[in-house]
């Protein structure tokens, strides 16, 4: 019976996708990586030494799924502290998607505003972030951005 507890508990660890890293980031840079997602802090970007945490959870219940204006909550949800960590050269965020039309997009107030240098490469979406803060992965709808644009002689 203890051969299999022991069994069972390992089976488990080993399956467990880590949630969050914390690392002490130095001048020079650094690569931080929680489950798929991948995040380059380039050289000069903090000051000589800042801890940064990285969480990646799925946000399941805790958001409406389809929004009126087309946008798709996909689950994924990125979690940087402290809040209040601001970087002089942006982070850059990769992680493996399946569609094109995927982005990520910055929690404000009770809803999300996409990034604009959000974008999908291959099957890579990629982004820069500039400070802390917490992050969610949507999909964006097929028609998205200006719509219908016309030339006028004043705004």
């Known amino acids: 019976m203890r051969k299999f507890l022991l069994f069972f508990i390992l089976i488990l660890f080993f399956n467990c996708p880590i ?3 914390e690392k002490i980031v130095l001048a020079k840079g650094s690569v931080i990586t ?3 997602a991948r995040f380059v802090i380039a050289d000069g970007s903090v000051p000589d030494s800042t801890k940064i945490q990285i ?3 799925e946000a399941k219940g805790i958001f409406k799924r389809n ?3 087309g946008f798709i909550f996909k689950g994924k949800s990125i979690n940087i502290k402290p809040e209040s960590l601001f970087v ?3 982070i850059s965020f990769s992680m493996p998607v399946k569609e094109t039309n995927y982005a990520l997009a910055a929690k404000i107030g009770k809803g999300f505003v996409p990034l604009a240098e959000s974008k ?3 099957e890579t979406l990629q982004a820069k972030i500039w400070h802390g803060g917490e ?3 949507i999909k964006k709808p097929e028609k998205y951005g200006i719509l219908n644009h016309s030339k006028a002689d004043s705004a």
Do not use: A
């Open 19 to 21: 949630k969050h890293v």
């Open 34 to 36: 929680v489950n798929s």
């Open 55 to 57: 969480e990646t959870f």
């Open 67 to 69: 929004y009126d204006n």
């Open 88 to 90: 002089e050269k942006p």
């Open 120 to 122: 999908v490469v291959g």
């Open 135 to 137: 992050y969610y992965v």
